[in-house]
């Protein structure tokens, strides 16, 4: 069973992973799956450096694409590459694709007008979309090709198996042997396939994570991102088992259990297929808020217990500006994944993303990602204290009488101060 060790739990400062710079250690004389986090800057002075390196993966900026239609074959992972993503999580594979049968119509969309209006902007999409229906022969070929095409460029296989030890490790060891350079585990997929206690069935059981997290770990070579459910009370819980259970990070947040809505001509669910439809997962612009709240929530936990130098954090839900990754960051994201956000604007999303997220970091004198990582997460606290605090703050302004309490106080003398004194700008 997996127990927090002290290697494992952090003592020192969550953003003192800055400057850090070796490349693996040496743990019972085989190299460790964890290597270094954070480079120094290697462009020029002026121009803010957006590389990143988590857990030994060096990538070019901290736009990863996530797991989903975007990462679903070679042609489309070679565009992402092609574009400048920073890495790519491949769409979710498992060993019997047979097994997965998808429907058409699978997505859903909700737009910002009444009623859904054609015209308004899409800020909700829905997707009772399986995991890959592709056979994984043909995946795991893909990505050996694209490993050889793109030596340096990060590549990540995100897996997916029933509750079962010796498939776990038979797809481990065929994904690992293609060169990918981590492994993302889907213990999130919300819907479809929860009797063989797959995706979020494991993400919702913090015992079965354990056992499943420490066959995973003990057969990985490369570093292992653990992908978390939204649907659960307490996000941290199941981030914590899948860290102290030997992952070297952990993804979040994987879609939103919904239901798009009901059509009121034919009173039938969206997306209706043959007449009926199942709850599905939400993402895009909507579930951002929520997604800031549990990757909040999540780097709270890995900062009170676990070395920011070791385990890392990739937030991601309804990213589609700079502005929407700098928040995840300042919350302590190591990187920021983009799914749904690919699906709408197509893969030159990034340089969009690239040149916003820069434009924040000149207009606060950034030069790294580092320099602002997690500088955020300290200003969140209880209600409680948010009373406190400001039953505090009215005393002190009560203090130093600044303005006047009532008319019957304006001077002849300090009538220009006194004006002063009640101005806001
Ligand atoms: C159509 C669709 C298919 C998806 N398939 C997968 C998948 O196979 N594996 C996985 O881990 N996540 C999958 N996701 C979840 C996304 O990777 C991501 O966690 C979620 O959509 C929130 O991010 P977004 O708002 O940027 O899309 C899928 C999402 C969508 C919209």
Known sequence: MASLSMTQIRAGNWSSGFGLNWAGKVQGGSRSRVGFKVFASETQATEPDLSVTVNGLHMPNPFVIGSGPPGTN??????????????????????????????????????????????????????????????????????????????????????????????????????????????????????????????????????????????????????????????????????????????????????????????????????????????????????????????????????SEFDSENYSLSAIGGVETGGDAAEFILLGANTVQVCTGVMMHGYGLVNKLCLELKDFMKKHNFTSIEDFRGASLEYFTTHTELVRRQQEAIQKRKAIKKGLQSDKDWTGDGFVKESESMVSN
């Open 74 to 303: 070679y042609t489309v992972m070679k565009r992402a590459f092609d574009e400048g993503w920073g890495a790519v999580i491949a769409k979710t594979v498992s060993l019997d694709a047979a097994k997965v049968i998808n429907v058409t119509p699978r997505y859903a969309r909700l737009r910002a007008s009444a009623n859904g209006s054609a015209k308004g902007e899409i800020i909700g999409w829905e997707n009772i979309e399986l995991i890959s229906d592709r056979p994984l022969e043909t995946m795991l070929k893909e990505f050996k090709q694209l490993k050889e095409e793109y030596p340096d460029r990060i590549l990540i296989g995100s897996i997916m198996e029933e509750y079962n030890k010796a498939a776990w490790e038979e797809l481990i060891d065929r994904v690992e042997q293609t060169g990918v350079d981590a492994l993302e585990i889907n213990f999130s997929c919300p819907h479809g396939m929860p009797e063989r206690k797959m995706g979020a069935a494991v993400g919702q059981d913090c015992a079965l994570l354990e056992e499943v997290c420490g066959w995973i770990n003990a057969k990985a070579t490369i570093p292992v991102w653990a992908k978390m459910t939204p649907n659960i009370t307490d996000i941290s819980q199941p981030a914590r088992v899948a860290l102290s259970s030997g992952s070297e990070g952990v993804s979040a947040i994987n879609t939103i259990m919904s239901v798009m809505g009901i059509n009121l001509n034919t009173l039938r669910p969206e997306p209706c297929v043959e007449g009926y439809s199942t709850p599905g997962g939400y993402s895009a612009r909507a579930v951002h808020p929520i997604a800031l709240g549990k990757v909040m929530s999540i780097a709270k936990m890995m900062k």
